[in-house]
């Protein structure tokens, strides 16, 4: 079956400029999870959700950072106002739910600020 | 804060040599422990986990096994191909609620085996 998908996959945006990033999750998973992999901080969490709730926002660096859920499936992350150090690779990943469920990547989405 | 560490890289081996990449964490209460992978030009993989100390996770040939007495979770392979050239992140998974969730990961270590 499908696994997880984002879109865009690259997405080059000047600095100040507000950018979406989408994450579709494997049909049937309810928890869904935002990470940041970027070569001065490494595997970072961001936000996680259970449904369309948000019970852990800890990881959000800033409150440029917001993130979003609707019918249980499709997220959105946005970053307003970006800065250079926002350059990163954004993954999502997705679980059948909490607990000791794999998570599931995608392929992440390559943001660069310029 | 809970944290991992685990060896820097990158390590660098022939093919059929031993690999160990060594990884140590911190965590308050019993988190779970895994090893993902990330070949390249793809996305994070799990590659074995354990649930509770003294677990063993296997697969595809790999191993480690959950110390809560040394607080490690050494990856292992016995012989290593050259498709094993990648990067490999130790993880724990934290527990919000009584329930697993957001994953910390090392700094990642990079294999890279040569024929």
């Known amino acids: 079956g499908a696994g997880v998908s984002q879109s865009p996959s690259n997405k080059v945006t000047e600095k100040g400029k507000d950018v979406e990033l989408r994450c579709d999750p494997i049909?049937?998973?309810?928890?869904l999870y935002w990470y940041r992999q970027s070569l001065g901080q490494g595997l970072e969490f961001l936000i996680y959700?259970?449904?369309?709730?948000?019970?852990?926002k800890s990881g959000l660096p800033s409150d440029r950072f917001s993130a979003e859920r609707t019918g249980g499936s499709v997220s959105t992350l946005t970053i307003q106002r970006t800065q250079q150090e926002d350059s990163a690779v954004y993954l999502c990943?997705?679980?059948?739910?909490?607990?000791?469920?794999?998570?599931?990547f995608g392929p992440g989405t390559r943001l660069t600020v310029t | 804060g809970n944290s991992v560490t685990q060896m820097e890289g990158p390590v660098t081996l022939s093919e059929e040599a031993f690999l160990t990449i060594n990884c140590t964490y911190t965590?308050?209460?019993?988190?779970?422990l895994f090893w993902y992978v990330q070949y390249p030009g793809e996305g994070l993989q799990l590659l074995l986990k354990?649930?509770?100390?003294?677990d063993k996770g296997s697969n595809k040939g790999f191993e480690a096994t959950y110390r809560k007495e040394t607080t490690s979770f050494h990856l292992e392979k016995g012989s290593v191909q050259v498709s094993d050239s990648a990067v490999y992140f130790c993880?724990?998974?934290?527990?919000?609620?009584?329930?697993?969730?957001?994953?910390?990961f090392g700094t990642g270590t990079l294999l890279a085996v040569q024929p």
């Open positions: 990943a997705s679980s059948l739910g909490l607990g000791d469920y794999e998570q599931y």
């Open positions: 049909s049937g998973h309810t928890a």
């Open positions: 959700f259970q449904g369309n709730s948000a019970p852990d």
């Open positions: 965590a308050t209460g019993y988190p779970s």
């Open positions: 354990a649930t509770k100390a003294d």
């Open positions: 993880a724990l998974s934290e527990r919000y609620g009584g329930a697993t969730n957001k994953l910390i």
